[in-house]
C-alpha cells in the first residue's frame, strides 16, 4: 500500500477477512459456506453464535456493503 498499489492491498485485506471468517467457522461448526461474500460469512457466524457479530456488522454495515 505505500507504493501505491491500493487495489492490491483492499484485495488482499479482503482476502484476508475471509479467511479470517472461514477459519472461526470452521472451528465453531466445522462447515463452510460455498462463498467469498464476507456478508454471508458474518450472517453465518451470526447464526452459529458467534460474539459480537451482530453488533459489529450493524455498526459497518456501511462499509461491508460498499
Not at 500500500?1 to 465453531?28: H, P, S
Amino acid at each position: 500500500m505505500q507504493k501505491g498499489f491500493y487495489d492490491v492491498a483492499a484485495f488482499n485485506a479482503e482476502q484476508a477477512a475471509q479467511l479470517y471468517l472461514k477459519t472461526t467457522l470452521l472451528e465453531l461448526v466445522w462447515d463452510l459456506p460455498r462463498t467469498h461474500s464476507i456478508i454471508l460469512l458474518l450472517n453465518e457466524l451470526k447464526r452459529v453464535g458467534g460474539k459480537d457479530v451482530e453488533g459489529f456488522v450493524k455498526e459497518n454495515r456501511r462499509s461491508l456493503t460498499s
